[in-house]
């Protein structure tokens, strides 16, 4: 159940009043971070990994081997793996890099999510976790392995994807979702448009500072 606003203001209001570091947010960042924390934003702590984690992506990314799960799949109620669309995804993201993108030989060992929340930050966030999870072995001389999601809408376009990277000793070095706000409503499974999205997506948001990524208190 949400908190009530009256709370997460309240609890702002006495986070924004305790001084902070210099190079920690800012003072709207501190003052709006419960209301983050509502929506599923993590803890700053973790933020601060992912932000040194991401630096280490962009900076790695051409002399790093990347390992690509069968992407995810939810058409519906129903949920699969597609190996062939990790493979375009190697294909293309290959094309975009001198890093070196391989395609996982199985599914990754993590359950199926029951469903998107309406939430989709906080779904974000839980599975990233579940991924972390499922990161017991790791295949030797892969740097990053990397997830995708990909759930449709009642018209069968393509309504919510979820990308993942960690490094391979499990910590998250990239997380981003994206919806019909950042590709429209009408994102066809057809061809490779929604593939290609990913891949595009990847390495434009792959250029941006890690604080643009990660936003310090999860605001930004």
């Not at 501190?30 to 280490?56: D, K, N, Q, T, V």
């Not at 990913?198 to 390495?203: D, H, K």
């Amino acid at each position: 159940m949400r908190a009530p606003v009256w709370i997460a203001a309240s609890v702002g209001f006495v986070l924004a009043a305790v001084p902070a570091p210099a190079s920690s947010g800012s003072a709207e960042q501190i003052l709006l971070y419960p209301l983050a924390r509502l929506f599923g934003e993590p803890p700053e702590s973790e933020l601060a990994l992912c932000r040194s984690a991401l630096g280490r992506l962009e900076a790695r990314l051409d002399t790093s081997r990347v390992l690509v799960e069968p992407v995810m799949f939810a058409p519906g109620h129903e949920r699969q793996w597609r190996s062939d669309w990790a493979q375009t995804l190697a294909l293309k993201a290959g094309a975009r890099s001198h890093g070196q993108f391989t395609v996982a030989a199985a599914p990754p060992e993590v359950a199926f999510p029951a469903k998107m929340y309406h939430n989709q930050l906080g779904y974000l966030w839980d599975r990233a976790r579940d991924y972390k999870r499922s990161l017991r072995e790791v295949p030797p001389g892969i740097d990053y392995l990397c997830f995708v999601e990909i759930f449709t809408g009642p018209d069968g376009n393509v309504a919510a994807i979820q990308v993942y990277l960690f490094e391979r000793g499990g910590q998250l070095a990239f997380a981003r979702l994206f919806n019909s706000a950042h590709f429209g409503p009408r994102l066809s499974l057809s061809g490779d448009a929604a593939l290609l999205f990913v891949v595009n997506s990847l390495f434009d948001t792959l250029v941006l500072p890690p604080e643009r990524v990660f936003p310090p208190y999860g605001i930004g």
